[in-house]
C-alpha cells in the first residue's frame, strides 16, 4: 500500500503527519521539531536553506529569504533571493519537498502522495498553484483539503460519541478560517465556511512594530523602504515579544540602529500586556464579521453552537480567547495543539484516502467556500446591460456538486457566446475574481433566445469543470476552469522541478549545526561587546571544525555553542518558539 502524508503548508510553520499504530501523529524535521517554519533562503554560498535556519538567517539578510509566502500563491508575485527569482509555487515546493525528505527519513522509504491543507477561503489560483507546489515537490497530490475540516476531523477523531455542532475558529499566521462543521456517529460534514485571506498573527506583529515605530517617531512603511535592516530586527523581537505576552504581563522589546546592529545607548522599550491588548482592538475587530457569516450561511444562532474549536498559533493570544469567549458565552476547547491540529486531521485524511483500517468508519463532507456563476446582462427596456453576476454554486453548497443554469442568445443570429466564468459574492462580475471564459460557437440561426445548459462541477479538490450545452444540437463544449486560471503549464512545473534540483542543499545530516550557525550569527549582532568577543571565539572554532568536517570536534564545539546561545538567547528554546508542548 502506498503512504500518503497528510501536510499543513501553513504560513508560518509546516508540519507533515502520518497514521501510525491507528493515530495520526506528526514526523520530526532534521532538528527533531514537529514544526518546520515556512521560510526558505540562499544562503551566501548559494545553497538552499529551509526551515528554522533560513528563519535565523532571515534576520541577517532578509534580502536572501522568503516568508509569508503562502499569502502569495496563486499571484504573479516573484521572490528574489541572492541572484534567482522563484514563484510562491517554488518557494512552497521547497518546503514540501523538505517534509518528504523528513517523512522519508522517518519511514526509510520514499513517499509520493500527500493530501495538502489549505484555507477554506483559498480561491481557485490558490488552490491550483498549492496543487502545483505539491507536484514540484516531487508529490502526487491526493487531495487539496480545507484547514478548518482537518481540524474537526482531528476532534472527530477524538470523540466522536455525541451528536454536535463544532465551529472552528482558525486564526494562523496569514490567514482566518471559520467554519462550522456538524459531527455525527461516524460523519462529519462542513455546513460554512468564511474566512478573510488577510487576517492572522502576522497582522498582530505588524501592528505592534507600528506602535513601537510610532512611539520613536517613525513611520512604519517609510522605515520599511528606508532601514528593511532595522523593521526586519524589530519584527523579530516584536514576534518574540508577542508570544511571550501570551505567558507573561510584560515584555520588552530593543530599537536596533538603522544598520540593524544595536549600540549600547538604544532604548528598551516595555509593553504591558493591557497595552499590547489595547493596541491590537481593532485588528481583533476583524475576525467578527466572517463569524457572523458564517453562523448566518449555516442557519444558526452564536447560542447553538455546542463547542469552538480553536486552531493556528495566533489563537494562543489571550486577547483571541477572550474574545471568542464573549461571541460564544462560552470558552473555547483546547485540547489538542492549535499548531498541529489541521497537520493531524490531514494525517487522518490521507488515511482515509489510502483506506487505512482502523479509519474506514468515517464520511467526511465539504462544501464550496463561495458562490461560482457567470457573467450575465438584464434587461432595461430595449437595453442590455451587462456586467451582472449570476450564479450557479451558491457558496456553502456541499461537494462535489453538479448544477445546470440555462441561459440564451440576446440577439437574432448571434452564433457565439463567451462564458465568463467568476468566482466570488458581488451582484456585479467587477466585485468578483474572473477564473475564465468558454466561447460557445456554433449556435443556430435563429432568433434571440437560442437556448444553452451551463453545467457547473465542482469536484472534493475545489477544481471547477464547465460544460456548455447548445440545446437544439446537443452540441458540447467543456472546460476546467481552473487550466485557465493563472498557474504554471505542465512544462512549467517540469521545468521547476529540474530547477530545484539544481539547487545545491547542505546534507541532511547538517541541518542542527547549520541552524546553530544561523542563529548564533542573529545574536551575534544582539550581544554587547564583551559577550560578542566570547561568542565570535566559540563560533570561530565551530566553524573550523565544520570545515574540517571533524566530527567529534563539531560535536564538541556544537554543544558548547548550543549551551552558550542558551545562556544568552533563552527565549529561543524550541518551546518558545515554533514548537509547541509548552505551557499554553
Ligand atoms: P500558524 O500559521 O498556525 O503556524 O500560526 C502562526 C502564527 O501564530 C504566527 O503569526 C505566530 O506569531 C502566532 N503565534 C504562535 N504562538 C503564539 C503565541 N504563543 N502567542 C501569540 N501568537 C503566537
Not at 544595536?262 to 522599550?269: G, L
Not at 565544520?546 to 529561543?572: C, K, V, Y
Amino acid at each position: 500500500m502506498d503512504t500518503i502524508v497528510g501536510i499543513d503548508l501553513g504560513t508560518t510553520n509546516s508540519a507533515v503527519s502520518i497514521i501510525e499504530n491507528d493515530k495520526p501523529i506528526l514526523i520530526p524535521n532534521a532538528l527533531g521539531e514537529v514544526l518546520t517554519p515556512s521560510v526558505v533562503g540562499i544562503d551566501l554560498h548559494n545553497k538552499l536553506i529551509v526551515g528554522r535556519a533560513a528563519r535565523e538567517f532571515q534576520v541577517v539578510h532578509p534580502e536572501r529569504c522568503a516568508s509569508v509566502f503562502k499569502r502569495r500563491m496563486g499571484s504573479d508575485w516573484k521572490a528574489t533571493l541572492g541572484d534567482r527569482t522563484f514563484t510562491p509555487e517554488e518557494l512552497s515546493g521547497m518546503i514540501l519537498k523538505s517534509l518528504k525528505d523528513d517523512a522519508e527519513v522517518y519511514l526509510g522509504h520514499s513517499v509520493n502522495r500527500a493530501v495538502i491543507t489549505v484555507p477554506a477561503y483559498f480561491n481557485e489560483h490558490q488552490r491550483k498553484a498549492t496543487m502545483h507546489a505539491g507536484q514540484i515537490a516531487g508529490f502526487r497530490v491526493d487531495r487539496i483539503f480545507n484547514e478548518p475540516t482537518a481540524a474537526a476531523l482531528a476532534y472527530g477523531k477524538v470523540d466522536s460519541h455525541t451528536e454536535r455542532t463544532l465551529l472552528v475558529f482558525d486564526l494562523g499566521g496569514g490567514t482566518f478560517d471559520v467554519s462550522v462543521v456538524e459531527i455525527m456517529e461516524g460523519a462529519i460534514e462542513v455546513k460554512s465556511s468564511a474566512g478573510e485571506g488577510f487576517l492572522g498573527g502576522e497582522d498582530f506583529t505588524r501592528a505592534l512594530v507600528a506602535k513601537v515605530l510610532d512611539g520613536q517617531g517613525m513611520h512604519f512603511e517609510k522605515a520599511e523602504l528606508k532601514m528593511p535592516l532595522l523593521v526586519s530586527r524589530l519584527m523579530n523581537q516584536c514576534e518574540d515579544a508577542k508570544r511571550l505576552l501570551s505567558k507573561e504581563e510584560s515584555a520588552t522589546v530593543r530599537m536596533p540602529k538603522p544598520d540593524g546592529t544595536f549600540a549600547d545607548d538604544s532604548p528598551t522599550i516595555t509593553i504591558a500586556r493591557s497595552e499590547f491588548h489595547h493596541w491590537m482592538d481593532h485588528v481583533l475587530a476583524r475576525v467578527e464579521p466572517p463569524v457572523r457569516r458564517a453562523l448566518g450561511d449555516a442557519g444558526l444562532k452564536r447560542t447553538q453552537i455546542d463547542e469552538v474549536i480553536l486552531v493556528g498559533g495566533a489563537t494562543r493570544m489571550p486577547s483571541v480567547v477572550q474574545r471568542v469567549t464573549e461571541i460564544f458565552d462560552k470558552p473555547p476547547l483546547n485540547n489538542l495543539n492549535p499548531d498541529e491540529v489541521v497537520a493531524l486531521g490531514a494525517g487522518i485524511q490521507a488515511g482515509l484516502i489510502a483506506r487505512n483500517a482502523s479509519l474506514e468508519d468515517l464520511v467526511v463532507t465539504d462544501v464550496a467556500p463561495f458562490t461560482l456563476g457567470i457573467e450575465t446582462c438584464k434587461r432595461f427596456g430595449m437595453n442590455h446591460r451587462d456586467g451582472y453576476y449570476m450564479p450557479i454554486i451558491n457558496r456553502n453548497t456541499t461537494i462535489p456538486t453538479s448544477r445546470v443554469e440555462r441561459v440564451g442568445t440576446l440577439y437574432a443570429n448571434q452564433r457565439e457566446i463567451l462564458l465568463k466564468v467568476f468566482q466570488g459574492e458581488g451582484r456585479r462580475v467587477e466585485d468578483n475574481i474572473l477564473l475564465g471564459e468558454l466561447a460557445v460557437k456554433d449556435i443556430p440561426i435563429g432568433p434571440a433566445g437560442q437556448e444553452v445548459d451551463v453545467r457547473f462541477t465542482y469536484d472534493l479538490n475545489g477544481v471547477l469543470e464547465v460544460e456548455a450545452t447548445v440545446v437544439a444540437t446537443r452540441k458540447k463544449v467543456s472546460r476546467i476552469v481552473t487550466k485557465l486560471a493563472k498557474g504554471l503549464t505542465p512544462e512549467q512545473i517540469q521545468e521547476a522541478v529540474a530547477s530545484m534540483q539544481l539547487l545545491k542543499l547542505h546534507p541532511r545530516e547538517d541541518g542542527k549545526n547549520q541552524f546553530l550557525l544561523r542563529r548564533a550569527e542573529r545574536l551575534y549582532a544582539e550581544l554587547p561587546p564583551h559577550e560578542r568577543l566570547m561568542l565570535t571565539d566559540i563560533l570561530d572554532a565551530f566553524e573550523r571544525a565544520l570545515e574540517a568536517g571533524d566530527r567529534e570536534s563539531i560535536d564538541g564545539m556544537g554543544s558548547a555553542l548550543a549551551e552558550f546561545l542558551d545562556q544568552f538567547d533563552p527565549g529561543l528554546n524550541p518551546g518558545d518558539r515554533g514548537t509547541s508542548d509548552d505551557d499554553w
